[in-house]
């Protein structure tokens, strides 16, 4: 059927590849997945594939099966490549990373749901478009990863408002090496930027946040077997965000700024790892992250993620996390 197709496909009319696409889509549901594999990526190069079995292959939870069609195709809608991020591997992910024109929608999924190696491969993906919020995004995973920041450095359409967010978080060798490295007219970008960053640096230091106050209260709500979820449901949802961070250092043992800095960035998988650890229940988490002070809120899709990621989180895993926070806390101090 395949060598059929991929012999006569370019002379076929719409109605003729939906024969092809009908019977593949019958025959694949009752062969291994070798054979699955060998047929996605024949198939994948294919401007003319029948549609449905693209979809379908896409949609294996087999990144072997998966994998070349959605790296190559263009059959694959924007839908489903959103629907396939959303729900799939990191494996999927990262096949869906090295696409041509990555529109913003699924570069928004992606962002939000990737691990490491998925983001660097999708900051390296120079066709990749991104949304402010994707942008922002990429600049906290830079967060203790050069290489990131390197990648995402050398994007010539970074635009500027990043490209000095990255730099600042950036250590002094990662901006010696961008420097070394970036084509010239990037030079004259990341030299200009560096020397406003090294303005603002002499400039006075506004003074830190106290949070005493609201520690001094979640502590006495802690001693008096206050402190659980429907208080921390109220704190959110009557704005008091400093209570909220205070209640999850205190809960996770870890300095209140920390958190506070958590709550009032842009990446809302990271909250769900203090929220894990002190036990609290996925309204509480719901609460915190659809009332946090945020110019955008957050939408239902990237909630209904959170949710799926925040049952699959283990207990465990989140505490260990909370625990090199904790470390790491005690050293930069």
């Not at 990749?128 to 995973?141: I, K, L, N, T």
């Not at 959170?306 to 005690?330: C, E, I, N, P």
């Amino acid at each position: 059927m395949t060598d059929l197709l991929l012999n006569e496909g370019e002379r076929l009319n719409g109605d003729q590849i939906k024969v092809f696409d009908d019977v593949l889509c019958l025959l694949i549901a009752r062969v291994e997945s070798r054979a699955r594999a060998a047929l996605s990526a024949r198939l994948a190069p294919l401007d003319y594939a029948p549609p449905q079995i693209i979809e379908q292959l896409a949609r294996d939870d087999a990144i072997a099966v998966a994998g070349a069609v959605l790296t190559k195709s263009g059959r694959l809608s924007t839908e489903v490549l959103v629907e396939i991020a959303s729900t799939k591997s990191q494996d999927h992910l990262l096949a869906i990373s090295g696409r041509t024109d990555l529109p913003e929608a699924v570069t928004d999924v992606i962002i939000d749901r990737g691990q490491r190696t998925v983001i660097r491969k999708l900051a390296g993906n120079a066709s990749a478009r991104f949304s402010d919020a994707g942008y922002s995004g990429m600049v906290a995973h830079a967060d203790a990863d050069d290489e990131l920041v390197e990648i995402l450095g050398l994007r010539i359409n970074l635009p500027l408002k990043f490209l000095r967010d990255l730099l600042r978080r950036a250590t002094d060798a990662v901006r010696a090496r961008l420097m070394a490295i970036a084509p010239s007219r990037l030079q004259e970008e990341i030299k200009r930027v560096l020397q406003t960053i090294a303005s603002a640096a002499e400039e006075e230091v506004p003074p830190a946040r106290d949070f005493s106050r609201v520690e001094a209260l979640v502590k006495l709500m802690k001693e008096l077997n206050e402190l659980d979820d429907a208080a921390i449901i109220k704190f959110a949802e009557t704005g008091k965000f400093d209570e909220v961070a205070a209640a999850l250092a205190i809960l996770n043992n870890v300095p209140t700024g920390m958190m506070a800095r958590l709550l009032e960035g842009p990446r809302s998988d990271l909250i769900l790892i203090p929220c894990k650890s002190a036990g609290l229940g996925w309204a509480t988490v719901e609460s915190i992250l659809r009332h946090r002070p945020l110019q955008r809120p957050i939408s239902e899709q990237t909630l209904k993620l959170a949710r799926s990621d925040y049952g699959r989180l283990s207990t465990d895993t989140a505490q260990r996390t909370a625990r090199f926070w904790q470390v790491h806390s005690k050293i930069e101090k």
